[in-house]
């Protein structure tokens, strides 16, 4: 059940496709969301029972990466696609996306024995989303986007949210709150946020990076 669970993140990724191909970006999100829900909590739930003991022969982990993949990365490429977020020639840009992040979730070294990610993590769609709503130009969200393929192989440490023990408590309750804003703003104006409120929620993407950087310079590490 608790592997059944986790494989409800395929069916909202298909759904976030169909709702991307349909130009429908407010449902397209809402299903991504769910989809991190659960990935949020089934970790837990597979702890909580001991999944492993009792399933030996199936891996979760890898029905855990399939997933990611096609929500964290996948899906905000073509969403990214699909609404212009870069146009032209900065389009390709989208390309080496798909190919840092796969090289990603199949290196060995992706995350260390004392839970950090290795590289910038896919979090792809926080980022098509924020990008969406800033409508920068193609070439500043064009260099964003190579800059952060760049950090995905550059072997500096971030923190995992729910596996790094240093700051965790801290880190949890910063990301409830972020969810909270960017709840509200999804949920009142989507397509037209309050700039205030938009600008002020990126305090969280702030405090990963240089959290993660702080740890990355203080802290001993673990190979994975």
Same mark, same amino acid.
């Given at each position: ?60 982990? %890898? ?25 032209? &020639? ?69 923190? &995992? ?6 700051? %965790? %408590? ?17 949920? &009142? ?36």
């Amino acid at each position: 059940m608790v592997h059944l669970y986790t494989a409800l993140g395929l069916i909202c990724a298909l759904l976030a496709a169909n709702a991307i191909a349909a130009r429908v970006p407010f449902q397209a999100v809402l299903w991504a969301a769910l989809a991190m829900l659960i990935d949020g909590t089934d970790g837990n739930f597979a702890r909580r029972w001991q999944v492993k003991q009792w399933v030996p022969q199936f891996d979760g982990r %890898k029905l855990d990466d399939i997933i990611d993949f096609l929500n964290y990365t996948f899906l905000p490429v073509f969403f990214a696609y699909q609404f212009e977020i870069v146009q032209g &020639s900065w389009t390709a840009v989208l390309f080496p996306v798909l190919l840092v992040s796969a090289y990603g979730f199949c290196s060995d070294s992706a995350k260390t024995a004392d839970g950090f990610f290795t590289g910038f993590p896919s979090y792809w769609n926080g980022v098509v989303l924020y990008l969406y709503w800033l409508k920068w130009p193609a070439w500043l969200a064009g260099t964003l986007i190579l800059l952060l393929v760049i950090l995905t192989l550059v072997p500096t440490r971030y923190i &995992s949210l729910n596996q790094t023990v240093p700051f %965790k %408590k801290l880190t949890i309750a910063l990301l409830l709150v972020w969810a909270a804003a960017l709840l509200w703003i999804i949920l &009142s104006d989507f397509s037209h946020p309050d700039p205030r409120l938009l600008y002020a929620s990126l305090f969280f993407p702030a405090y990963y990076f240089l959290a993660s950087l702080y740890l990355h310079f203080t802290t001993r590490r673990v190979a994975g």
